[in-house]
């Protein structure tokens, strides 16, 4: 009984044919990088049902293989709490007399956008509240990934 069970949920299961599609192997070429996308992107836009249980796992391990590739060869600059101050300034077309309405006090925005002074723990809470971002956006903490 067990076994017609387990082939009957294997036919619903789409996993052995996704494979055959994309074998789930370490992607090394900007082709197969592109392949993989595509086909992430399929299974994420499928809007007339959900993902079974094979897909879904498919998905999941496809996602690691394409984050993997991504972190070897684009990886992400790591940004300042600055940077990210700049960047939602540029965002919300906001001057630097406008940061200083938020925070309270002009000539203060000027020093910290301009690097000569850094964000205290009371601006970086202003921040994040009127940007509605969390407050580690603005802290300059690196992680650095351990090897194990």
Known sequence: MKTASLQASSKRDSYPALVRK?????????HTYQVALEMAKALLL?????LDAGEADY??????LIEQYEDLHHPIPDASGLDA??????EHELSISDLGS???????ASEIVNARREMSKAVIGKLSEHFGVSPSVFFDVRIKRIAS
Do not use: C, Y
């Open 102 to 108: 938020i925070i309270g006090h002009q000539p203060t």
């Open 22 to 30: 994309l074998p789930l192997r370490p992607l090394k070429t900007a």
């Open 59 to 64: 998905l999941d391990v496809l996602s690691t």
């Open 46 to 50: 499928r809007e007339e049902r959900s």
């Open 85 to 90: 101050l700049k960047h939602l300034m540029q």
